[in-house]
Nanobody, 115 residues
Framework: QVQLVESGGGLVQPGGSLRLSCAAS????????LSWYRQAPGKERELVAT????????NYADSVKGRFTISRDNAKNTMYLHMDSLKPEDTAVYYC????????WGQGTQATVSS
């Protein structure tokens, strides 16, 4: 079955950077588009970024455009989210996700931006 495991979250000061990773298994990784979502306390889960199966096309939420970069390494079955110029409002649990008949989620990784 689909398994997604996020890592790389932590506490960072405003203006800092984090790189999140998502290790995937249980499906043909290179055949599917992948996404990062996030959920802040008291808010709904929102789409952050999406990357196509070969990595040739990406899309971002307006709130992170120019600051976040989504990428993937199909040889390693891993997706990444590089987050720069972090703001307190980026504090959330970040989830990787794939749609394979139904949407699957990892367990999430907490990113906290605070001084």
């Amino acid at each position: 079955q689909v398994q997604l495991v996020e890592s790389g979250g932590g506490l960072v000061q405003p203006g800092g950077s984090l790189r999140l990773s998502c290790a995937a298994s249980g499906f043909t990784f290179g055949a599917y588009a992948l996404s990062w979502y996030r959920q802040a306390p008291g808010k709904e889960r929102e789409l952050v970024a999406t990357i196509t199966n070969a990595g040739g096309s990406t899309n971002y939420a307006d709130s992170v455009k120019g600051r976040f970069t989504i990428s993937r390494d199909n040889a390693k079955n891993t997706m990444y989210l590089h987050m720069d110029s972090l703001k307190p409002e980026d504090t959330a649990v970040y989830y990787c996700s794939v749609y394979k008949g139904r949407r699957s989620w990892g367990q999430g990784t907490q990113a906290t931006v605070s001084s």
